[in-house]
């Protein structure tokens, strides 16, 4: 069902990313195996996880806590939500770098779980399996059967454009350039972002995507106080174009109109190519150069930053 009680409708994008990698991907792939994937198989994870802070944030503030990857708990007064929840130690070869930042049982139920788009990285079923939501979990069309047996009490389904409403609490599906499919054959999937508003606050979960024009078309329609912006995983071992590197990111905020920038989707599995230190690095040189260092916040994994 979707999120307007309506019966769902498909949304196309204008250019549905293909599964199929670029030339060149044997020697990525391997280049991807011998300084990510092995190294990272012998490391330790660094940082640690922390207890929640349970009491929401006062004065019309919100509190935004990076878990690690794209995962966030979202504090407003009066409402939270949790976005990618993802405490996996592994995904396939690929091993966590960094510990999640909270203690995944001592997360309190969340009025929702959200979930930008069906990947193995962003919709983690056992991680789903350990959380509580009020008012259930919302997908993006297409991907509600993926989360059918975890145990939420209500299954949101929402197109490009939806809103859905709780009370003070908001949330608008917003477009990305990116791909849906857990699967190869399962194309039909839609995905995106959210913006989620409560208590006066605003913010953005951009989800997986590479630089395209509709962050500007959000911008010119969404007042967004606070941007959760992906940098990391640009050098896709595939060679697909699906993921903005640093220097786009900011170009995107910048377009978004947005008063804050928090990166995330970097550090914590070793997706690209990239070393592991430039993902961060870039944005902070890019930030420097364009005059915008005041409005980039860098969070440490579990540390709340109330806004």
């Known amino acids: ?62 509190r935004i806590t990076w878990i690690g990857h794209a995962s966030f708990f979202l504090q407003f007064a009066g409402h939270s939500v949790i976005v990618d929840p993802n405490w996996a130690k592994w995904h396939g070869p690929v091993k966590r770098q960094r510990q999640p930042g909270l ?58 454009g939806d809103v859905l409403n709780f009370e003070q609490l908001e949330v608008t599906h917003t477009p990305s350039d990116h791909w849906g499919a857990r699967f190869l054959h399962d194309t039909h ?9 409560a208590a006066g606050k605003s913010v953005f979960h951009c989800g997986d995507s590479a630089y395209f024009d509709g962050f500007e078309k959000i911008g010119k329609t969404q007042q967004i106080d606070i941007a959760l912006m992906p940098i990391g995983a640009y050098e896709a071992p595939s060679g697909r174009d699906v993921h903005m590197n640093p220097e786009e990111a900011v170009r995107a905020f910048a377009d978004l109109g947005a008063k804050v920038l928090i990166p995330m989707h970097y550090g914590t599995f070793p997706l690209g190519n990239e070393p592991h230190h430039e993902p961060l690095e870039r944005l902070l040189m890019e930030a420097d150069r364009l005059g915008l260092s005041e409005q980039i916040l860098i969070p440490e994994e579990g540390v709340g930053i109330e806004w």
């Open 103 to 160: 203690r995944l049982h001592e997360v309190p139920v969340v009025d929702l779980v959200l979930v930008t788009h069906a990947h193995f990285d962003h919709l983690h079923k056992p991680s789903l399996r350990m959380l509580q939501a009020r008012e259930g979990i919302v997908v993006p069309d297409g991907s509600g059967k993926l989360v059918k047996r975890l145990g939420f009490s209500a299954i949101h389904e929402m197109t490009v």
């Open 1 to 62: 069902m979707k999120a307007n009680g309506k019966q769902p409708r498909r949304w196309t994008p204008a250019r549905y990313l293909g599964l199929l990698p670029q030339k060149g991907w044997p020697k990525r792939n391997l280049k991807f195996f011998r300084h990510r994937i092995v190294p990272g198989m012998f490391h330790r994870a660094g940082g640690e996880a922390l207890g929640p802070v349970l009491e929401p944030p006062t004065g019309g503030r919100v």
């Open 189 to 197: 999937r839609n995905y995106g972002g959210y913006i989620v508003r």
